[in-house]
Each structure stands twice: as structure tokens, then as C-alpha cells.
């Protein structure tokens, strides 16, 4: 490893002091929790949640601090992955309250993607120069569990290059319970025809009370944990979600990250973690039942990319927000507060899109360039597993320019707002 420069040691420094300066002026409590932090210490759940009410300077306080525990981490660099989504069928009939993806097998706009049109697809993002497909889908009733493995071998027949990160926990009990083998056959099975990692969605938030409003035969909390504990155990590397903004609270925002961080410091086999805000707009969950929130607002978007910064300190380096959820603006302004990935170009995502998402579905590498350059981070192309394939010099005409404005890119400026709030 390079040493530092000294101008990185002297930019390290007058960091360092203009954050000393920052906490000396806020609430004693939230300057105790965050000195503590700074000095190695691990953040607890109880202060988690104390951080999660952060407002005011405390709260740009809390955002300074993760963004400095950010540089020690993983430097000025923030990265993005080529990829496509395909979501392979959209007929499930598992009655989460949240999701307004799924369909009917007899609805008109029920979909169920052949093999061909699979890999067809994947051909395409590959020409375009992906380097990564997701895959995910409802659990269609009329599938067995072959449907994931026959996914994967048009892929890898078609394109062997190609990464496949695919199917969510759920979608990994579904495929072992119609084959009639354990977790762990199943798994090893998709890694032996090519996947390359897993999603970690479908955890929502693992707590079980709140788990049991959202959903009706959904995973419980520890058949999650377990799918994923054996993934990683088998040498699968998964990523690490959150959804929240809906009818959770900060004490459950704190116990799922501090979960999140206990799988970690067992298996080591997170590459990120990601916080995906709640897109009410057309969901049953908001639609259908009271008191449900219409998502975070903008402040607890930044406190949740903080929080789960200095929580997952030293465990997971990588926090990543999400254009599609959050809005290209207000994602970028994530960078500053915790963040260092922001996901992928995503081709056809369709998921937050039935929810009722206002972001269009893709960016080009040339935006995501313009939004990292005008966060002040050095922009990177990376594979799945974070290993960088292309520098970019920054894009300095854009260097002025405010988080909300480069909204532009994809979105109106309004729309990016409703997203967050």
C-alpha cells in the first residue's frame, strides 16, 4: 500500500479540526456519541437511535462525521456499476402489503420472460457495456425450481463474461422448496451454473412485528438471516438492504443494522449496504391501510446514510444510495453524508417503477460522472465486488452546480422531492 501524501495527511488534519470545531457546538449527548466514534469506538444501538433524531447542527454535525468516517474508510473515491435489471416475471402471489409490482397470472400485463428473452437482454447490456445483470422476480406459482438454474445457463451460454448477481432470499427459499433440496443444495447448485453474488432484498426491516404488518407469508427474520449466513458460508457474497419510511421507527432502523453488522462480523460476506427509502405512490401498503408514512423525509435519508456509515464502521466500507428511490439529486447529496457507491446504471428497473417511482430507469455513465464530480468524490467504474476497472478525471464543468440541480439529469426537481419526502 502507498503511503499518504502530505497533502492528504494536511487535508486529513484541517478536516479533523473543522470537525472538532463543528461538535463542540451541539447537544453534549449526540457530541459524546460521535467523539466516541471518531476515537474507534462502536456505535451502540441505543445511540443509533439517539443519532436518528439528530436536527439542526447536530444533525450537519452527524453528516460531517460520517462523511469524514467515510474518507478514512475507502478515500474520495465514489463509485458506479454498469448493469441491467431483469426482472424476469412480475406474477407473485405472496400479498406483500408494500408491492405494487405484482400480478396475477391472468392480468393482462402478467409477464413471465422466456429463457431467450433473458439472455437476449442480457446480450444487449453486455454490448452496452455492462458488466453486470440483476435478476429478480415474483414467485409465479406455475415455475419450479430448475426456472432459476435454466435463467442462468441461457446467461452464461449467451455471455460467459457476464456477472450474474440474482435472486433475493426470497426467491431462494421459493426455488428450494419446489426443488425439495436444503438452502444450501440449492445455492451451491446456482453457483455451480453461475451466479456470481445475491441481492440482499426482501429484508425489509428484521424485526418481527413490524415484518408481520408488511407482509403475509413473507420470510421471517432469522429464515432470512439463515439464507444468508449459508450463502456467505458457501462463498457467496450478498449485499445488505433496508426499507424503511413506512410504519418502522428508529429503534427497528438500529436493531436491523446492528443485525446486519452481526451477520458481518461472522461471515465477512457483504459488499454493501444499501437503505432503500419506501415509494408509497401506488403502494397497497400506503394506499390501503392508516397511519403509514408516504416514505422518509429528506432528513431521515441523511441520517440513515450516516447512521448505517458509522454503525457498519470497520464491518461493510461500502454504503450505497440509491438514484431510483431516492432521485438522482438527493442521492448525490448522499456522498456527503456517508455514502461512496451510487449503484448501478440500471437498465429496466421495474420494481420501484410499479410502486410508482418518479426516476426514469436509467443513467448513463456519463451522468453518474456529473453527479459524483459535483459531490466533490473522484468518480470510479467498478465491477460487483468493488474492484475498480475505470478512473475518470472529474467532470469539473458540473463542479458548481448544487445536489438539487443536477436532478436535471433524469428528473424534475419536483419529482425528486416527493421521492424523498
Not at 448525490?332 to 418518479?358: H, P, V, Y
Request: net charge negative; hydrophobic share 40%.
Amino acid at each position: 500500500m502507498n503511503a499518504p501524501s502530505i497533502l492528504s495527511l494536511n487535508n486529513s488534519v484541517s478536516e479533523h479540526h473543522k470537525l472538532s470545531d463543528q461538535l463542540s457546538g451541539i447537544d453534549v449527548n449526540i457530541r459524546n456519541i460521535l467523539t466516541s466514534v471518531l476515537e474507534g469506538a462502536e456505535l451502540s444501538e441505543s445511540d443509533a437511535v439517539t443519532l436518528f433524531g439528530a436536527t439542526g447542527p447536530a444533525l450537519d454535525a452527524l453528516i460531517s462525521t460520517a462523511d469524514y468516517i467515510r474518507s478514512q474508510a475507502v478515500g474520495n473515491q465514489a463509485s458506479f456499476v454498469i448493469t441491467r435489471n431483469i426482472n424476469f416475471t412480475n406474477v407473485c402471489y405472496m400479498g406483500c402489503k408494500f408491492c405494487g409490482f405484482a400480478k396475477r397470472k391472468d392480468e393482462s400485463t402478467a409477464e413471465l420472460l422466456s429463457f431467450d428473452e433473458v439472455a437476449d437482454r442480457a446480450e444487449e447490456a453486455w454490448n452496452r457495456g455492462a458488466t453486470e445483470v440483476c435478476i429478480q422476480g415474483g414467485l409465479h406459482p406455475d415455475i419450479d425450481g430448475s426456472h432459476y438454474r435454466e435463467i442462468l445457463k441461457a446467461i452464461k451460454t449467451r455471455i460467459p463474461g457476464m456477472h450474474i448477481h440474482a435472486f433475493s432470499p426470497f426467491e431462494i427459499w421459493f426455488g428450494a422448496l419446489k426443488s425439495k433440496v436444503s438452502v444450501a443444495e440449492f445455492i451451491q447448485d446456482l453457483m455451480d451454473h453461475g451466479l456470481g453474488s445475491m441481492p440482499g432484498t426482501a429484508a425489509e426491516i428484521l424485526d418481527v412485528e413490524i415484518r408481520q404488518q408488511l407482509t403475509r407469508d413473507k420470510l421471517t427474520t432469522e429464515q432470512w438471516i439463515e439464507i444468508i449466513t449459508t450463502a456467505h458460508q458457501l462463498g457467496l457474497p450478498t449485499t445488505a438492504t433496508i426499507m424503511y419510511g413506512h410504519i418502522d421507527a428508529p429503534e427497528h432502523w438500529a436493531s436491523h443494522i446492528a443485525k446486519i453488522r452481526a451477520i458481518q462480523k461472522q461471515t465477512g460476506g457483504f459488499t454493501e449496504f444499501v437503505p432503500l427509502g419506501f415509494v408509497h405512490y401506488e403502494s397497497p401498503l400506503y394506499m390501503n391501510i392508516p397511519n403509514v408514512r408516504p416514505g422518509p423525509t429528506p432528513e431521515e435519508n441523511l441520517r440513515m446514510h450516516a447512521v448505517a456509515r458509522l454503525m457498519l464502521n470497520g464491518w461493510i466500507d461500502n454504503i450505497q444510495a440509491s438514484w431510483v428511490k431516492l432521485g438522482p439529486g438527493y442521492a448525490q447529496q448522499m456522498l456527503r453524508a456517508g455514502a461512496n457507491d451510487l449503484g448501478g446504471t440500471l437498465m429496466n428497473e421495474s420494481i420501484s417503477r410499479a410502486a410508482g417511482g418518479k426516476n426514469k430507469q436509467e443513467i448513463v455513465p456519463e451522468d453518474m460522472i456529473r453527479m459524483i464530480s459535483a459531490a466533490g468524490r473522484d468518480p470510479v467504474r467498478r465491477n460487483t465486488l468493488y474492484g475498480v476497472i475505470e478512473h475518470y478525471e472529474r467532470d469539473t464543468v458540473n463542479r458548481s452546480l448544487s445536489p438539487d440541480a443536477s436532478v436535471q439529469l433524469i428528473a424534475t426537481t419536483a419529482d425528486a422531492v416527493r421521492v424523498a419526502s
